[in-house]
């Protein structure tokens, strides 16, 4: 599997990924929002988009469906529950089911709601693991729920995404991993792998970030580390009354995040 990450360049930080067989140069184009970038790169490449999939329905992840679609005939994939919020969807997908792209790619459908009730990962277990996780997981951090339920993401976290392989390398939808790591370190600033790892990135671009695996997001990233004495701590600073479990600490971080 080829991946190209596009970033879009637009005040919301939205990546988009074409994913490329290499045997038949058949591709998927993954929550397009710049069309004509996507279609350029695809042309100077030789790639044949296919498919383009949704990961939810929120307007920057579907916003270059209809132009591709218009380019190359490429037939619309998304979660079952946007049948009614993603316009003109091909096929609807749900737990459990495959993707092809080409001959050689298939991706495993994920049912994650948090971020919305209409979210799906892609999930590769060819080769290195890799996870294509929209606005569910941004690497050092977590979506947002103000149109979903933040303790239906802790649930798609710890039933999910926190027994995926550690080496799995992850896509997330949007670049937004510096504030992310400074929100983590205003968590736990005892935390020296996230201070070093947010020194490494601040000298990146978004072209040229890095790309986290599990295993990091466990190391740094404040979703990750429930059970952590700093982070249960502070939170208890600011929410006295809760019961520090994992889902109630998985929570309030959320609902400081909104504010921060």
């Not at 994939?77 to 089911?97: M, Q, W």
């Not at 601040?202 to 599990?214: D, G, I, K, N, Y």
Request: glycine share 4%; proline share 4%; net charge negative.
């Amino acid at each position: 599997m080829l991946i190209k990450r596009l970033y879009m360049n637009n005040p919301l930080r939205n990546y988009s990924y074409i994913i490329v067989c290499e045997d038949t140069q058949a591709a998927a184009v993954i929550d397009p929002f710049d069309a004509d970038m996507i279609l350029d790169c695809a042309k100077e490449n030789g790639w044949q988009i296919e498919k383009i999939i949704n990961t939810h329905e929120h307007f920057d992840h579907i916003q270059g469906n209809e132009a591709v679609v218009k380019a190359t005939q490429a037939k619309i994939v998304a979660h079952v529950n946007a049948k009614d919020s993603i316009p003109n969807v091909d096929h609807l997908v749900t737990a459990g089911d495959t993707i092809q792209v080409g001959s050689s790619i298939e991706l495993t459908a994920l049912d994650t709601p948090g971020h919305t009730f209409a979210h799906l990962c892609l999930f590769s277990a060819q080769g290195t693991p890799r996870l294509f996780c929209g606005d569910t997981l941004f690497n050092a951090g977590a979506g947002n729920c103000y149109t979903g339920n933040a303790n239906a993401l802790y649930k798609t976290f710890s039933e999910q995404l926190f027994k995926l392989p550690l080496n799995t390398e992850v896509y997330p939808g949007h670049d937004y991993i510096t504030n992310n790591l400074e929100f983590s370190l205003d968590r736990e600033p005892d935390n020296e792998f996230a201070h070093q790892l947010l020194q490494e990135v601040s000298a990146q671009t978004p072209q040229t970030r890095m790309v986290t695996t599990l295993e990091i997001e466990g190391k740094m990233n404040a979703f990750f580390r429930l059970s952590n004495k700093q982070i249960i701590n502070k939170l208890l600073e600011s929410f006295p009354d809760i019961s520090p479990s994992e889902e109630q600490v998985f929570v309030h971080l959320r609902k400081l995040r909104d504010k921060w």
